[in-house]
Protein backbone atom coordinates (compact mmCIF):
# COMPACT_ATOMS: atom_id res chain seq x y z
CA UNK A 1 0.00 0.00 0.00
CA UNK A 2 1.72 3.45 -1.00
CA UNK A 3 1.47 5.79 1.76
CA UNK A 4 1.77 9.85 1.14
CA UNK A 5 3.50 12.24 3.10
CA UNK A 6 1.38 13.89 5.77
CA UNK A 7 2.42 17.20 5.02
CA UNK A 8 2.50 17.67 1.77
CA UNK A 9 0.91 14.71 0.09
CA UNK A 10 3.91 13.23 -1.98
CA UNK A 11 4.25 9.75 -2.68
CA UNK A 12 6.85 8.63 -0.35
CA UNK A 13 9.53 6.22 -0.99
CA UNK A 14 10.38 3.34 1.02
CA UNK A 15 13.40 4.47 2.81
CA UNK A 16 11.11 7.87 3.52
CA UNK A 17 9.13 5.88 5.24
CA UNK A 18 11.54 4.15 6.91
CA UNK A 19 12.97 6.89 8.12
CA UNK A 20 9.74 8.05 9.54
CA UNK A 21 9.80 5.12 11.82
CA UNK A 22 13.24 5.23 12.26
CA UNK A 23 12.99 9.22 13.61
CA UNK A 24 9.11 8.77 15.08
CA UNK A 25 8.67 5.21 16.34
CA UNK A 26 7.50 2.28 15.71
CA UNK A 27 3.80 3.60 16.60
CA UNK A 28 3.40 6.28 14.17
CA UNK A 29 0.04 6.31 11.51
CA UNK A 30 1.28 9.62 9.64
CA UNK A 31 4.33 9.56 7.52
CA UNK A 32 6.43 12.19 5.91
CA UNK A 33 8.94 12.81 3.00
CA UNK A 34 12.29 13.35 3.37
CA UNK A 35 12.10 17.29 3.24
CA UNK A 36 9.57 17.56 5.63
CA UNK A 37 11.32 14.95 8.22
CA UNK A 38 14.05 17.34 7.65
CA UNK A 39 12.00 20.34 8.61
CA UNK A 40 9.66 18.55 11.06
CA UNK A 41 13.76 17.37 12.91
CA UNK A 42 15.16 20.88 12.22
CA UNK A 43 18.23 19.36 10.15
CA UNK A 44 18.69 18.89 6.30
CA UNK A 45 17.75 16.37 3.76
CA UNK A 46 20.96 15.76 3.18
CA UNK A 47 22.30 15.03 6.57
CA UNK A 48 18.64 12.68 6.59
CA UNK A 49 19.92 10.86 3.50
CA UNK A 50 23.58 10.19 5.17
CA UNK A 51 21.73 9.05 7.93
CA UNK A 52 19.82 6.61 5.62
CA UNK A 53 22.79 5.23 3.93
CA UNK A 54 24.22 4.37 7.57
CA UNK A 55 21.45 2.73 8.97
CA UNK A 56 21.42 1.01 5.48
CA UNK A 57 24.81 -0.11 5.90
CA UNK A 58 24.30 -1.28 9.24
CA UNK A 59 21.70 -3.88 8.18
CA UNK A 60 18.83 -1.84 9.40
CA UNK A 61 15.68 -3.88 8.04
CA UNK A 62 13.68 -0.53 7.51
CA UNK A 63 15.35 0.30 4.88
CA UNK A 64 15.55 -1.57 0.97
CA UNK A 65 18.99 -3.18 0.84
CA UNK A 66 21.42 -1.70 -2.23
ZN1 LIG B 1 6.38 16.16 2.58
Not at 8 to 14: E, F
Not at 25 to 49: N, Q, S
Request: hydrophobic share 30%; with cysteine; glycine share 8%.
Amino acid sequence: MKKYCRECGKVLHPDEEGLSVKLLGHDITEYFCIDCLARKMGTTADRLRELIERYRDAGCQLFTPK
